[in-house]
């Protein structure tokens, strides 16, 4: 694989990733309760490898290929957005620094960031027709091995992005409860209305 490639790979993925969504909603909520920056973006991060993963391996296009499987996924993440959307809606998370955060907290913060960003769909179906794009069949690397090499730049532009906004919701919005509160609900509206726009193309298809 040659620089270029990686690249015009990076140009691209950037611009999916500055793009405010799911995984900034979750980010921006971790800021605003304290010390779980990390741990949500860890989460977020891992999501995305999974997805990584299951391109490289095959699965994705086994998947891709089979309506049923990828209606079942759709459904399954536009739920799990739906919940936490309307989670944020009813109770706004609320600042609160200094906050120390406990093993359990971290856990469970990375838990939800993999689930946020591994069941959403379009992120699973974006890295589907994404990724194999820039792979090269002569190329003296496996297709697989590519795959990887380009979702480690993804994740690296990740980490660096949702990190940013995750320590920058932290700075501003702690110090501001009721901006924080309408950036909450801000948040939670944006997944229930990605979720319900799942549920709508997936019922129109």
């Not at 990686?6 to 921006?28: E, H, K, N, Q, R």
């Not at 989670?87 to 960031?113: D, I, N, V, Y």
């Amino acid at each position: 694989m040659t620089p270029s490639i990686f690249a015009a790979f990076w140009v691209v993925s950037i611009l999916f990733i500055i793009t405010p969504g799911v995984d900034w909603a979750y980010a921006i909520s971790a800021g605003m309760l304290g010390r779980v920056v990390v741990p949500a973006v860890a989460g977020l991060l891992l999501g995305h490898l999974i997805a990584t993963l299951v391109v490289a391996a095959g699965v994705g296009a086994l998947v891709a290929s089979n309506p049923a499987v990828l209606t079942v996924l759709t459904v399954a993440g536009s739920t799990y957005l739906l919940w936490l959307g309307i989670g944020m809606l009813r109770h706004p998370p609320q600042p609160r620094a200094g906050e120390t955060a406990g093993s359990r907290s971290w856990a469970r913060w990375t838990l939800k960031g993999t689930c946020v960003s591994g069941l959403n769909p379009k992120v699973f179906l974006l890295f589907l027709a994404l990724l194999p794009q820039f792979t090269d069949p002569a190329a003296a690397w496996s297709i697989p091995a590519q795959i990887m090499a380009l979702g480690m730049v993804h994740l690296l532009s990740c980490a660096v992005v949702y990190l940013l906004v995750g320590f920058s919701a932290q700075a501003v919005l702690q110090t501001r409860p009721q901006a924080a509160r309408v950036v909450s609900r801000f948040s939670g509206a944006a997944m229930v209305v990605i979720a319900l726009l799942l549920f709508t193309e997936q019922a129109i298809h």
